[in-house]
């Protein structure tokens, strides 16, 4: 209020009014008029209570404002909470992922190792098989070779025979041999 008292004072005293002609507090002076005109229209302001009325729509608009702001702090702050809790979760999900990795990881090597260990056994079941069939080979080989050695000592005796005996030296073993058969059979 004394600010505005101050305000119209000075305009009374800045106001060009000082340079007119004649009597200033004469109505035929145009600045006094205006002058009057103005203080009943402040005055009226005054009785309407505008600067009331400004100052609670003034004090209202800094409320909100402040209401504004406070809201505005509020959702910040959640909003840094939000955050905070999206980058936590963040580092979680990065650090499950990571024991994720490692373990496949681990897995695979465990995988690569049993599978050399079941290759390694194959090849020494493939070798044992292939040594058998070796071993198994020789004994036929060796086994053929004596059949033929056989046929062959058979194949020589009996030219051997049969150049050296005579018919009577044949029919004389035959009977023998019947002799002995029936012996052994009776």
Known sequence: ?????????????????????????????????????????????????????LGKKLDERAANIKAELDEARALREEAQTLLASYERKQKDV??????????????????????????????????????????SAEARAIRDVRDQAVVVAVAAARDVIAKQMTAADGNALIDAAIADVEAKLH
Not at 2 to 18: C, D, E, I, R
Not at 36 to 45: H, K, N, R, S, W
């Open 1 to 53: 209020m004394q600010k505005m008292l101050l305000t119209m004072v000075a305009a009374v005293f800045a106001s060009p009014a000082l340079a007119a002609s004649g009597p200033f507090f004469s109505l035929s002076n145009t600045n006094f008029v205006v002058l009057l005109a103005f203080l009943l229209f402040v005055g009226f302001l005054i009785y309407v209570k505008v600067p009331t009325l």
């Open 94 to 135: 990065q650090a499950q992922a990571d024991r994720i990795v490692a373990q496949a990881k681990e897995e695979a090597q465990a995988a690569a190792e049993e599978a050399k260990e079941e290759i390694k056994a194959s090849i020494a079941r493939r070798m044992q098989a292939a040594e058998e069939q070796i071993a």
